[in-house]
């Protein structure tokens, strides 16, 4: 055992069943401190991590400002809503998401933002919420959606909008040109033969060379996969080829239209998608 591991240190300090939590953390964090000014600064930098969230859950004056500051953004955020409030009132329209949901929805909000602490995420919270008030068809389970916005990282976002980009063009529902009438569903190739563009332009969207179109898909796949474990998009089989710069294909589902639509994202052929029931 090393003659300076801060962790023996506090075993003898605090024996098991005596002290207690802040203390303990509290000692971690100096020991850190110490390991970091002696060691360099990637121990530094684990120590101020440690020492942040020791004082968000230690502390309640801390949650409790960033649980208020929430509030306070939700609250804004309804309010620029309010013109479109008034017109949905003005036409006798009832909220597209039940109350008893919309409060679930908020708090889960609340618990999941004092978890995090995370800015980007906060933004998309109360995004939804608010997106959700004014929206043109029935939600169900808004908690749901806050959930995945939770679990989803900034890559699965990306990845869903460039899908969404890609694969849902408005001329891709144009009227028949033989038969002379809108068309009621897609083939799949109309997917499929996208694949390599939906390939270039998640990597791309990472910041690969993606010159020679050599580079490697498996990211992106991976977090097309991803996706598709929360319902928001399904991946078409397209032909096995050399791994890993095999194209991958992939659509956004109804439920991941109406997570972008919730964020904010612009959905084209919606109607395509919902009426006022939700999803045709």
């Given at each position: 055992?090393?003659?300076?591991?801060?962790f023996?240190a506090?075993?003898?300090?605090y024996?098991?069943?005596?002290?207690?939590?802040?203390?303990?953390?509290?000692?971690?964090?100096?020991?850190?401190?110490?390991?970091?000014?002696?060691?360099?600064?990637?121990?530094?930098?684990?120590?101020?991590?440690?020492?942040?969230?020791?004082k968000?859950?230690?502390?309640?004056?801390?949650?409790?400002?960033?649980?208020?500051?929430?509030?306070?953004?939700?609250?804004?955020?309804?309010?620029?809503?309010?013109d479109?409030?008034?017109?949905?009132?003005?036409e006798?329209?009832?909220?597209?998401?039940k109350?008893?949901?919309?409060?679930?929805?908020?708090?889960?909000?609340?618990?999941?933002?004092?978890?995090?602490?995370?800015?980007?995420?906060?933004?998309?919270f109360?995004?939804?919420?608010?997106?959700?008030?004014?929206?043109?068809?029935?939600?169900?389970?808004?908690?749901?959606?806050?959930?995945?916005?939770?679990?989803?990282?900034?890559?699965?976002?990306?990845?869903?909008?460039?899908?969404?980009?890609?694969?849902?063009?408005?001329?891709?529902?144009?009227?028949?040109?033989?038969?002379?009438?809108?068309?009621?569903?897609?083939?799949?190739?109309?997917?499929?033969?996208?694949?390599?563009?939906?390939?270039?332009?998640?990597?791309?969207?990472?910041?690969?060379?993606?010159?020679?179109?050599?580079?490697?898909?498996?990211?992106?796949?991976?977090?097309?996969?991803?996706?598709?474990?929360?319902?928001?998009?399904?991946?078409?089989?397209?032909?096995?080829?050399?791994?890993?710069?095999?194209?991958y294909?992939?659509?956004?589902?109804?439920?991941?239209?109406?997570?972008?639509?919730?964020?904010?994202e612009?959905?084209?052929?919606?109607?395509?998608?919902?009426?006022g029931?939700?999803?045709?």
């Open positions: 055992m090393a003659i300076d591991d801060p023996h506090i075993d003898k300090q024996p098991k069943g005596e002290g207690n939590i802040a203390r303990t953390v509290n000692t971690v964090t100096e020991y850190s401190l110490t390991l970091g000014i002696l060691s360099g600064v990637p121990h530094l930098a684990v120590a101020a991590a440690l020492n942040k969230v020791w968000t859950f230690i502390s309640g004056d801390t949650y409790k400002a960033r649980t208020e500051a929430t509030l306070e953004m939700v609250i804004d955020a309804l309010r620029r809503q309010s479109k409030h008034e017109q949905l009132d003005r006798g329209k009832t909220l597209a998401v109350v008893s949901d919309l409060e679930a929805s908020l708090r889960l909000v609340l618990i999941n933002d004092g978890i995090r602490f995370d800015d980007e995420k906060r933004t998309r109360i995004n939804a919420i608010a997106n959700a008030t004014i929206s043109p068809t029935k939600i169900d389970s808004l908690s749901s959606f806050i959930d995945d916005i939770d679990k989803l990282n900034e890559r699965d976002i990306t990845v869903l909008k460039v899908i969404n980009a890609v694969m849902n063009l408005e001329s891709d529902w144009a009227p028949d040109a033989d038969q002379g009438r809108p068309n009621k569903s897609l083939h799949p190739n109309t997917f499929l033969q996208r694949a390599q563009t939906l390939s270039m332009q998640v990597a791309t969207a990472f910041g690969k060379n993606t010159d020679g179109n050599s580079f490697s898909r498996e990211e992106g796949m991976g977090i097309c996969l991803r996706l598709q474990g929360f319902g928001l998009a399904e991946m078409l089989p397209v032909e096995t080829r050399s791994v890993p710069i095999t194209n294909c992939a659509r956004v589902t109804t439920r991941g239209f109406m997570l972008l639509r919730l964020l904010g612009t959905v084209p052929n919606w109607d395509r998608y919902f009426d029931n939700g999803p045709r």
